[in-house]
């Protein structure tokens, strides 16, 4: 991505950074069930599109979606709730174009056209994006809307309307979680990694399971030649992997001995077998014995 250009230097490493923040799965219909119009206009009433599109499981989400569409495709209001789970499930490209279909119906409002600008701006269409946004009122006052004028000002690298931007969303945000992550990955970005470091934890100190903020922290650390990783609650599994990408770090670093050591420890930790950890550990094995 545009805005991490000033990792690149550290090849795969910023394929570690993680932007975006998961929601907890919801129950939806499963797929075969009968009477599927008349179970839309029950599901209205109940409220279950906006449900879906806030606690449901992203690709369930987008797949409730296009089942009621199939059924009702006139309807504007299943139109803009597949396009917004499309982006949710970070399937841009899609959404991208489910968003020109409705912009050219005249169904684009400013809450939208928000929508729009963030998965344009993910596709790293960063002049489309701003367009889009220059479209939505400047009474629209939300973290959404702030959050993607930060990413903005970061692709610019302007680092003042950023962090403005950022502190912005963050005031309005109910749990300013996930945009203190990306706030953070933006100081990343900049080479500060303390000042990383101290936004990902408290990003942590309002979703303590926000693996994408643990996982950055982790990373943050490790560029300051900090390899234990931080007291956050782990699984097994996520242990694993932050022991993993440290390592990496390590390894950028000339570390290799610590490399080894956190490649080994992330073998051990995984509940099944990491095979990323693994090859590395072995390689660098076999490096040392020849």
Known sequence: MTRLRRLAALGPLAGFLLLGACAEPFDAPSEGETG????????????????????????????????????????????????????????????????????????????????????LARLARWEEAANQLALVSSSLDTPRRHLIDAMLADQRQDWAGADAAYEAARRRAVNPGAVLNNWGVSRLSRGDAAAAARTFEEALSFDPRLFNAKNNLAVARA???????????????????????VGVVALRRGDVEAAKGLFSMAVAAHPRFYPEAAEKLAALQASVSN
């Open 223 to 245: 560029l300051e030649g900090e390899y234990s990783l931080p007291l956050v609650s782990l699984s097994e599994e996520e242990r694993a992997t932050l022991l993993h990408n």
């Open 36 to 119: 599927a119009t008349e179970a839309v206009n029950a599901i209205d009433a109940a409220g279950l599109n906006d449900l879906m599109l806030t606690v449901s499981d992203p690709e369930t989400a987008v797949s409730y979606f296009r089942r009621a569409l199939d059924e009702t495709p006139e309807r504007a209001d299943l139109r803009r709730g597949y396009v917004l789970a499309l982006a949710r499930a970070r399937r841009f490209a899609e959404a991208v174009e489910v968003f020109e279909g409705l912009e050219a119906d005249g169904l684009a409002d400013d809450a939208l056209r928000v929508e729009y600008a963030h998965s």
